[in-house]
């Protein structure tokens, strides 16, 4: 390793030498690259370690990972086991929520054939569409993003010419020049959303940041690799009419009667309305999510 | 791979509202990874009256990854280096987003002309001097944009080669111009009282 660091280092000694002014301010420069650099770097290594959507494992493998962990929360996976049967991992990139979405809501469509959902989605996305142009983003900004979801929604419909099987929707899942696209779709379709309705926003945000619904948006939803939280979850379900459930995987425990795992169901809302979750809807999330502090991977119902 | 659809869109949608915006981005050569951005400087500021040009180059990766911005332009500001015009903008940084564009970034640059931030500098001599000897900082920052941003600011090194001539010595030459915004009268005046 020495050896091929030396002359590494002398390039380096002599490019600094050979710039004859004085630069004061180079370590500023070099601080700000070198970061860009070592994320790039962090990026890459997580890349090795898993795709950015991984294989569907048996829940069991949930429980080998904390087997020397606390207690509570291998009771609760126990919990879970009797409800889910497998779990399939996405990427701590900061995108694994919007991933977590793209890969369950599109692999429902391919198993269920739900033609009837691929058209409510689309007059969604028609929608989401007309609120970004409304609220003046350039249409070059985001039609390639929304052509190419629209693309994978289609090809996950059997019976036309580019219909696609589960491991072809695998495959593109892991592959970035699609993947990113479709996560960056939805990060428009929220940040659209969310400034669309910005007041009813506005003090859950408050609540989270500190920040303006401007602020927030272009700093917490629009940039890749910026984590969500429940509004962007809300916005996301609001703005494509699907219900998403989240299971929530932490270390709280109820006192008395035992351990159990707590849910929540984010509930689309019907004509703008705020999303009245926990209602008596009849509606049930057919996309459910682990959320683990800082994480969201997929869920299998048994 | 770069985008080039969307670059070119891009380019198109600049051109059609620099009236309005007054900037503009070019390509350098017949290569779109490689364009070259200008901003008018604005109005109530140091830099006002200037014209700056900034070198801008996408990488791979673009829109995902930031467009890599600077300034071609000698600028004196606490957030761009008055060596390299590396600048300091978290757009250009991690909170890019392929929701922005050249000309909204361009837009954030000149808006970062207009309100500095010392506190998270580029430039620590001139953020010091930004802080510490504001009116000194102002003084610079218009020489600057007299001397380097301006069509006529080709004379300045003329100016200094004149007075020079005249047997004042060039350091001396070149803070008297700075004093007095650039007028070669006035600036002879200050050397012969000096």
Not at chain 1, 39 to 46: K, L
Not at chain 1, 57 to 86: C, D, F, H, R
Not at chain 1, 205 to 216: D, K, P, R, W, Y
Request: charged share 25%; proline share 5%; with cysteine.
């Amino acid at each position: 390793m020495q050896n091929k660091d030396g002359p590494q280092a002398d390039g380096e000694l002599e490019a600094a030498t050979s710039n004859p002014t004085p630069d004061f301010d180079d370590w500023a420069k070099f601080g700000d690259d070198d970061i860009m650099q070592q994320q790039t770097a962090i990026r890459a290594e997580e890349a090795e370690k898993a795709p950015f959507v991984g294989d569907k494992e048996p829940l069991s493998s949930l429980a080998a990972e904390y087997q020397s962990g606390s207690p509570i929360l291998l009771e609760k996976i126990k919990v879970l086991g009797e409800k889910y049967a497998a779990i399939r991992r996405t990427r701590g990139d900061g995108n694994c929520f919007f991933r977590s979405f793209m890969f369950s809501y599109l692999e429902h469509i391919l198993e269920s054939q739900d033609r009837a959902e691929v058209d409510r989605a689309k007059s969604n996305v028609e929608q989401c569409r007309k609120t970004l142009q409304s609220l003046g983003y350039a249409d070059f900004t985001f039609e390639d993003f929304f052509a190419l979801f629209l693309e994978q929604l289609e090809s996950v419909l059997q019976g036309n010419g580019t219909s696609i099987s589960q491991e072809e929707l695998l495959l593109r899942s892991r592959d970035q020049s699609i993947s990113d696209y479709v996560v960056m779709f939805f990060r428009f379709v929220t940040s659209g959303e969310i400034r669309k309705r910005s007041e009813f926003f506005e003090p859950f945000i408050m609540g989270l940041t500190n920040a303006t619904v401007e602020q927030f948006c272009k700093s917490s939803v629009e940039p890749m690799g910026e984590e969500s939280d429940h509004v962007h979850i809300t916005a996301l379900s609001d703005a494509l009419g699907v219900p998403i459930r989240v299971v929530y995987l932490d270390r709280s425990s109820c006192d008395s009667a035992g351990v159990s795992v707590n849910h929540h169901d984010f509930i689309p809302a019907v004509g703008g309305l705020p999303n009245a979750s926990g209602s008596t809807e009849t509606v049930s999330p057919f996309i459910t999510l682990l959320y683990r502090p800082g994480h969201y991977d997929i869920l299998y119902s048994k | 791979m770069i985008d080039f659809g969307r670059v070119q869109k891009e380019l198109q949608e600049c051109s059609r509202d620099m009236a309005a915006s007054g900037i503009k981005v070019s390509p350098k050569s017949d290569n779109l990874a490689r364009l070259v951005g200008t901003i008018p400087g604005p109005i109530g500021t140091p830099y006002e009256g200037g014209t700056f040009q900034i070198d801008i180059s996408l990488p791979d990766g673009y829109p995902f990854e930031p467009p890599k911005m600077q300034f071609a332009t000698k600028v004196w500001h606490p957030n761009i280096s008055s060596q390299s015009g590396a600048i300091c903008l978290d757009i250009l940084k991690d909170q890019w987003s392929p929701a922005l564009t050249l000309k909204t970034a361009l837009l954030s640059v000149q808006a970062l002309l207009s309100a500095p931030e010392p506190d998270d500098p580029q430039d620590a001599v001139v953020a010091q001097q930004y802080i510490r000897e504001h009116q000194t900082f102002l003084g610079t920052a218009r020489y600057w944009t007299e001397s380097f941003a301006k069509a006529s600011s080709l004379g300045v090194e003329e100016k200094v080669q004149r007075l020079v001539e005249m047997g004042f010595a060039e350091a001396h030459v070149r803070s008297a111009l700075e004093a007095v915004g650039g007028d070669e009268n006035l600036a002879l005046e200050k050397l012969c009282s000096g």
